[in-house]
Antibody
Framework: QVNLVESGGGEVQPGRSLRLSCVAS????????MHWIRQAPGKGLEWVGC????????YYADSVKGRAAISRDNSRNTLSLQMSGLRVEDTAVYFC????????????WGQGTLVTVSS | SALTQPPSASGSPGQSVTISCTGT?????????VSWYQQYPGKAPKLIIF???KRPSGVPDRFSGSKSGNTASLTVAGLQDEDEADYFC??????????FGTGTKVTVL
């Protein structure tokens, strides 16, 4: 059974940093491109960025470029998102998701972790 | 920029509802990488359509997708109570970006 479990969310002040984690099981994590996608309260989905299966190739949305760093540890089936310089508009539920074979869609999603940026 | 969806759509049980997803010549109009997701409140999105019109195993054939020009569409035929949810489209946006729609809340009357 496939499982993606995010953790690390919480309330943080503007300008601070936060590290989110996503632990995967039930599929071949080391062969999968992994993404972070977020959803502000009551809003649509917003792609944050991704890391390819090898851990080297990474892409980010313009809205987080320079403030976000995605990494992975294939030995621990773990995906991470380090966010710095957090802004109020970064408040959202952050989902990790698996992309299917670079075909631009996501078949497995975690349940999400809420990040609230507030003073 | 986000893909544009109507905020809401509705239909009675047994009826059909169609949701549009409008992009540009740089995303939907250029690539056949449109996907659709169903999301219940407080839950993770679930993939229901990929590559414009393909359904994953286990998704009822009441769900169908199509595309014309810069606009993709999701049709839910034979509406059932459990279809009441939020629906989001997604597309490849070029330059290694992914883009999602603004979301549509479907209400079963």
């Amino acid at each position: 059974q496939v499982n993606l479990v995010e953790s690390g969310g919480g309330e943080v002040q503007p300008g601070r940093s936060l590290r989110l984690s996503c632990v995967a099981s039930g599929f071949t994590f080391k062969s999968s491109n992994m993404h972070w996608i977020r959803q502000a309260p009551g809003k649509g989905l917003e792609w944050v960025g991704c890391v390819w299966y090898d851990g080297f190739t990474k892409y980010y949305a313009d809205s987080v470029k320079g403030r976000a760093a995605i990494s992975r540890d294939n030995s621990r089936n773990t995906l991470s998102l380090q966010m710095s310089g957090l802004r109020v508009e970064d408040t959202a539920v952050y989902f990790c998701a698996r992309e299917v074979d670079t075909k631009m869609f996501f078949d497995y999603w975690g349940q999400g972790t809420l990040v609230t940026v507030s003073s | 920029s986000a893909l544009t969806q109507p905020p809401s759509a509705s239909g009675s049980p047994g009826q059909s509802v169609t949701i549009s997803c409008t992009g540009t010549t740089s995303d939907i109009g250029l690539y056949d990488y449109v996907s659709w997701y169903q999301q219940y409140p407080g839950k993770a999105p679930k993939l229901i359509i990929f590559e414009v019109d393909k359904r994953p195993s286990g998704v009822p054939d009441r769900f169908s997708g199509s595309k014309s020009g810069n606009t993709a569409s999701l049709t839910v035929a034979g509406l059932q109570d459990e279809d009441e949810a939020d629906y989001f489209c997604g597309s490849y946006g070029g330059s290694n970006n992914r883009v999602f729609g603004t979301g549509t809340k479907v209400t079963v009357l």
